[in-house]
Each structure stands twice: as C-alpha cells, then as structure tokens.
C-alpha cells in the first residue's frame, strides 16, 4: 500500500494540528509533498520549527495544483479563505478536507460542494466532534430508537464568558471574515445535531444579534484609557495570569489586543435563538450566548418514548424512558490525550479510511453543506424577519 501524498495550506493553527496528528500515525499511511502558503518567510519557518525542511515549499495554490506528486489538500486557510484552494484543489484531482466551517458565505459553500462533485473527489469536513465518544454514543441512542420517534432537540451553546470575550478582540468579530459568531463558533454544535440525528435541516426562523458587547457611552475605546478598569471583568492589562488565560483559550497565535470590548469595531452577533424543522420531523429550539459561566454545549432529544440529556462537556447522559422508569445514567470514558488530540487523529483516520474504501462523495458534500446551512438560514431570517427555507444540493 502506497502511502498518500499530502499537502498543507494554510501554516497555521490548524495546520499545525495535522502536522502532529500525522507524526503519531504509523509510518507510511501518508508522507507530505507539499508545504503551502503565501509567503516564502512564513512556509520556510514552519517547515524549519516542524523539521520539514526535506519537504517541497510551495508559494500559491497556482503552483501547488501545477505539481503531480499530490493526492490529497488539507485546507488549512482562514475561514474566509476556503473557495479558491479547495474548487482549484478538486479541478485538479486532489481529495480535499477542508478546515470548518466550509466556508463564510453560502454561496461560496455551495460552490465548493459542487466542484467536489463534479470531480468525483472527497470532501471532508473538520469537524472533530463528530469522533467525540459522547456525541458518538448519542447518535448511537437517538438513531437507535432509544427514545422512539425523535420529535424535538433543545441546544445550548453556552460560550463561556471569558472565551466569548476574546472573540471580540481577534478577527472573528468581523463577518467578512468569520461568517458571524453563529457559524464560525455554532457550527460545531449545529453540524453534529445532523450527525446524531442523522437528518438535514429544512427551514429557519431566528432572532439575534449584538445584545452583550454593545458600544459604551461611559466606556473608553482603549482600555488603558478607560475609567472603569477597576469593575470591567474584559480589563485587558490584566497580568501575566490573564494574559497567559487569554492565550490558552484563543490560541497561540493571538494575545489581547488594547481593545475594549464594547467599543471596538465589529458587526458578529453575541445572542441568537433560532428554531429549525429538519426532514425527519423533528423541530430544534438552539440558543447561543456568549456569556455563560463556563463553557458547556447542553443538549436534550425529546421523543415519543422518552428524552435525552447531556452536557458535552460532562461526558455524562441522562436517559429518561417512557413509561415511569427510573433515570438511567450513562457515563462515557473520556478519551486519552490533551484536548482534541483524540478527536483530530480519528478525524483524519477518517478521511484517509475513506479515500482507500473509495467512499461515497456525495454523503462528504452534503454533510458538509448542511454544516453550515442553520447558521448562514438563519442570519438571513435575522435581516429580513422571514422564514427562510434551505435549499439542497
């Protein structure tokens, strides 16, 4: 068996995480060929701190898909970054999996889903959830009929306040670039609401917006020049502990910026509750807010035969049958590993699985449609106050 040949764009992150996850795979399921970014400084140091210096550094996805020695892109790009490397990446024979969400806009996420089809490729979403035990074990109850007929799920994204904060002081605060806050955070929880449901949405009607970080009279536009330092809990001079908190939950490649929170430019919503009908029945009730003590996504399935309740990050379900009986409690072992090193490696296993199977690319495309379709529906009930219907493939 010939290893696969694979290439990276985008150094960031993101790409970072397949580098590690390929360096605890067995040796030759897959070798990369290709490095890519857009600037020769940038490539060159991530192929010198990630010992890649044997591998070809590739400037542009022009130059990439002109090479031969490539099977498979991993689209490691910024949110708003996907179209270009993954319809040139399908033109060009190459398997894809592209980084979430699919893309910031819908139409972009419908051409990157039809390109995937006409050429017969894979797409593959990043999409770790979807490999974690508990939502696994979920699909397990819900598909199985543990609950009958499934009629209602009710969903929380509660955002932690301190890491919905720090949203407000990188990039994702602009819809141009993120999508909204909905899709670039709620994706997550939406995509695996269809994975364990095993069902698509159908329409939308939604409510939200900016309800949380609003501008401040009484609030500077920096917050070392601001009065209320004291008494806002966002303060950004915070210490080396908050700093250190801040690079933790945001990511290596950001630190708090002297914005205060309130006042910087933006145009991302913090609070959205939404209901959606999807094609087996069932009706979802979701809410995001960007405020909550911790960081938890609660869901509870409801059907004909009882109810569903977990919180993702407890790793523990509540199972409540019909008629009269005791409430069960399911535990399910957390995976081995620091955060999501379980949920990227089974990820990519994934893909690789079902590239060498031949799988079936029209299941990768709508899984990947869908992912996105509640969020980019109901910004556009959120603007016009219509319900709005999602249009398949």
């Not at 990511?251 to 991302?268: A, I, M």
């Not at 990820?347 to 709508?366: W, Y």
Request: aromatic letters at 8%; charged letters at 25%.
């Amino acid at each position: 068996m010939q290893p696969l040949r694979l290439a990276l764009l985008g150094t960031g992150g993101r790409g970072q995480i397949y580098v590690d996850v390929l360096n605890r795979m067995e040796p030759g399921v897959a070798v990369w060929t290709a490095m890519c970014g857009r600037r020769k400084s940038t490539v060159s140091k991530f192929c010198a701190d990630n010992q890649l210096n044997g591998v070809p550094q590739v400037i542009g996805v022009e130059n990439l898909i002109a090479r031969d020695d490539v099977d498979v892109a991993l689209i490691c790009t910024p949110d708003n970054a996907h179209l270009e490397p993954a319809t040139k990446c399908f033109d060009a024979g190459m398997h894809c999996l592209v980084e979430k969400p699919l893309a910031h806009k819908p139409d972009d996420a419908r051409a990157i889903c039809e390109t995937a089809r006409a050429s017969g490729k894979l797409l593959h979403l990043g999409f770790v959830l979807r490999h974690d035990p508990c939502a696994q074990k979920l699909r397990e109850m819900v598909t199985g009929g543990a609950i009958g007929k499934l009629i209602a799920c009710i969903a929380h994204e509660a955002v932690g306040w301190f890491h919905g904060s720090t949203y407000m002081r990188r990039w994702n605060r602009y819809r141009e670039l993120s999508g909204d806050m909905l899709l670039h955070k709620g994706c997550h929880t939406l995509d695996i609401i269809n994975f364990i449901t095993d069902a698509y949405p159908k329409r939308v009607a939604a409510f939200g917006g900016l309800e949380v970080f609003r501008p401040r009279a009484d609030a500077a536009e920096k917050c070392r020049a601001c009065n209320l330092q004291s008494q806002c809990i966002y303060y950004t001079d915070q210490g080396a502990e908050y700093r250190e908190r801040f690079y933790n939950t945001a990511g290596p490649q950001v630190l708090p910026e002297d914005f205060c929170v309130y006042n910087v430019n933006k145009d991302t919503g913090d609070t959205t509750a939404l209901v959606a009908e999807f094609d087996n029945g069932m009706r979802l009730s979701y809410t995001m807010t960007m405020v909550s003590p911790k960081g938890e996504r609660r869901l509870t399935f409801i059907g004909t035969m009882g109810e569903i309740r977990c919180d993702l990050e407890s790793y523990r379900i509540e199972y409540f049958p019909l008629p009269d009986k005791p409430k069960e409690v399911i535990g399910v072992p957390r995976p081995e590993g620091f955060g999501h090193q379980h949920h990227d490696m089974a990820l990519l296993t994934e893909f690789f699985d079902r590239i060498r199977q031949n799988g079936d690319p029209k299941r990768g495309t709508m899984d990947a449609y869908m992912s996105g379709a509640v969020a980019f529906a109901a910004l556009e009930s959120m603007e016009t106050g219509r319900v709005v219907e999602i249009e398949g493939l």
